[in-house]
């Protein structure tokens, strides 16, 4: 695990309540917009002057938009708000930049802190995906 995604996985937790990923965002000062997008993709950031806004595909099924909210959020807060769009429906391909494995490892560190922990204790590594609503694929983010 990076110290780098540590430290700032630590800075969130300690700076906001973590219930839901629109109420970071918005707890953040990050603009949220929901929009019809083409099928692939899943989200995006824009970031202009320090204002940041974060578009995800309203098409997406909800439980995988609380993973593309923090996807986005966490380029925000690591890169600065750079990002590729969230195109690869589970974000998983094997040439992934480092750039996404951070942002997919920081998001998966802060949604896990959203849920239960009791259950998610009582999770493997494989049936955590499930329990999310979101891609198997994306175990590979989840660091104990």
Not at 58 to 64: A, F, G, I, Q, V
Not at 75 to 90: M, N, Q, V
Request: glycine letters at 4%; charged letters at 25%.
């Amino acid at each position: 695990m990076s110290l780098f995604i540590d430290n700032e996985f630590n800075k969130v937790k300690h700076r906001y309540d973590l219930h839901s990923p629109k109420q970071l965002v918005s707890d953040a000062g990050i603009q949220l917009l929901q929009l019809e997008l083409d099928d692939a993709t899943g989200g995006f950031t824009v970031t202009n002057n320090r204002c940041s806004t974060i578009v995800i595909n309203s098409d997406w099924d909800e439980n995988y938009l609380d993973f593309v909210i923090l996807h986005e959020y966490a380029h925000i807060r690591l890169h600065d708000g750079s990002s590729t769009p969230f195109y690869r429906h589970t974000g998983t391909d094997i040439n992934i930049p480092k750039m996404e494995r951070e942002a997919n490892i920081l998001a998966m560190k802060i949604l896990l802190a959203m849920q239960d922990k009791d259950v998610v204790a009582s999770l493997t590594k494989y049936q955590i995906p499930s329990y999310l609503g979101i891609s198997e694929e994306l175990s590979e983010f989840i660091t104990f």
